[in-house]
């Protein structure tokens, strides 16, 4: 039994398109990986990305129909959220919501996510952009400033003690998020070439 | 900074990229995995395929290549062709492309846009807009005009709607970019139809993506300096190697437009 187990590492199905995507950056890097929407699987699982497009509101619904939010909230292995995924880490967020209301996310990460202050700029935020500023974490280990990165998005982070990475759009917005366990993109690393394998392979490899 | 795109477009017939000249005359260029890899590799903003057939044949795209190409390419990529429903697009979205580009059945049905944004969200939603401009309208002084089924010249006809209203109209339904097609410009690779683009720039809030008439590197500068498009999508030049991807990118950043090098 001395045998090392063999990693496990898991996408939760959160019922969102770019689970495919996801799944392949993980494989071209030459790891296995399921997905998967089953408690058991999500909780064993040595790593967990959680990804995510669309509006906040649908993958919120589809989350608590699958009944994860508990296994979701409770996990303590490293967990890392891709762009709609790094948003539902926070408490709440106003995409998709009725008006003044807001949708309950997850609450992995105290921040809340509100609409881009893009100024005068278009919407959505799509396209290649640089990151402003990149804080010491083991997520962003060969990453730096003025490195590119693929964006979709309308809806964004604020700046708060939880950013470890910043983008400029109009104004400045949190790239990436971290509390704990859990971290978050707001880009898509599964679609940012080289650098966003790079960011991949050093959360598998955590 | 937010980078100007450049998006090599693959025109796809039966499984096949291929290129005519004003959307006509179809010749093979090459198998599209291969293809698609060579571009992410050479440093390509995204792609697009569009199966150029789909729409006109009254059929969905043959769905087997997204997934191939999902594989393999760490880049965005957008699918266009006879996507008319929200099943269509979840079938597209679920085998690994990024967005999904509605022209066509758009016209047919304008509140398919809504819908799709609704499920998919806006940033997935791009509406593709075949625009020609037509000397004989408007008394003689010309206009710019949406064509549809432009991917069978027997079938492409001229539709009710005049390019800058439907511009107006995609934006209100939920479009989340724009690519316009000039189709007076298309595959003659004589330069970018800066007038119009500038004109329906005015009009875009949304990323707007200039199409047909790329011939030379010039051209793609003049389109980012002269009418502020967020992305300028080719064939031809980059198929036939006419263009290098980082000589493109190189000039453009000599030029002082913001772009990625690789």
């Known amino acids: 039994m001395s045998e090392k187990k063999q990693a496990n590492y898991v996408i939760v199905d959160t019922g969102c398109a770019n689970l495919a995507s996801v799944k392949f950056a993980v494989e071209r890097l030459g790891f296995a990986i399921t997905i998967s929407d089953d408690v058991d699987v999500i909780k064993n699982a040595n790593k967990v990305i959680l990804p995510g497009v669309g509006s906040a509101r649908h993958a919120m619904e589809n989350i608590v129909a699958k009944g994860l939010v508990e296994t979701l909230q409770q996990l303590t292995q490293p967990v890392l959220g891709f762009c709609l995924g790094m948003q539902l880490m926070a408490r709440t967020s106003v995409e998709g919501a009725d008006k003044n209301e807001v949708v309950q996310c997850l609450g992995l990460i105290p921040t809340d996510i509100t609409p881009l202050q893009a100024n005068d700029l278009r919407l959505p935020h799509m396209g290649w952009n640089t990151l402003t500023q990149v804080a010491e974490h083991a997520i962003f280990n060969g990453i730096k400033a003025d490195d590119y990165f693929y964006f979709v998005h309308s809806f964004a982070a604020p700046i708060s003690q939880y950013t470890i990475a910043r983008c400029q759009y109009g104004a400045e917005f949190s790239a990436a998020i971290a509390k704990d366990n859990f971290i978050g993109c707001q880009f898509h690393p599964e679609r940012s070439s080289a650098l966003g394998s790079k960011i991949i392979k050093n959360f598998l490899e955590m | ?262």
């Open chain 2, 1 to 262: 900074m937010l980078a100007k795109r450049i998006i090599p477009c693959l025109d796809v017939r039966d499984g096949k990229v291929v290129k005519g000249v004003q959307f006509r005359n179809h010749e093979i260029i090459g198998d599209i995995v291969p293809l698609a890899q060579k571009y992410a590799e050479a440093g390509a903003d995204e792609l697009v395929f569009y199966d150029i057939t789909a729409s006109s044949d009254d059929r969905v795209v043959d769905k087997s290549w997204v997934s191939r190409i999902a594989e393999v390419i760490d880049i965005p990529f957008c699918v266009a062709g006879g996507i008319k429903t929200e099943e269509d697009a979840k079938q597209i979205l679920m085998m690994g492309a990024d967005k999904i580009s509605i022209n066509s059945p758009a016209l047919r049905d304008p509140s398919l846009i809504a819908r799709l944004a609704d499920v998919f969200g806006q940033q997935c939603i791009v509406i593709g807009v075949d625009s020609f401009f037509n000397q004989d309208a408007n008394n003689g002084k010309g206009e710019y005009q949406v064509y549809q089924f432009t991917g069978d010249e027997a079938r492409t006809q001229k539709t009710k709607w005049r390019t800058l209203d439907w511009i107006q109209e995609v934006q209100k339904l939920g479009a989340g970019e724009i690519v316009l097609n000039c189709m007076n410009q298309d595959g003659v690779r004589q330069g970018y139809d800066i007038n119009q683009l500038k004109q329906v720039r005015a009009l875009c809030n949304v990323p707007l993506i200039a199409s047909g008439g790329a011939g030379e590197i010039s051209h793609f500068v003049d389109v980012f300096q002269q009418a502020d498009v967020d992305g300028a999508l080719a064939a031809s030049v980059f198929h036939k190697g006419i263009i290098a991807m980082d000589e493109l990118k190189q000039t453009l950043r000599n030029e002082k437009v913001e772009i990625r090098l690789c």
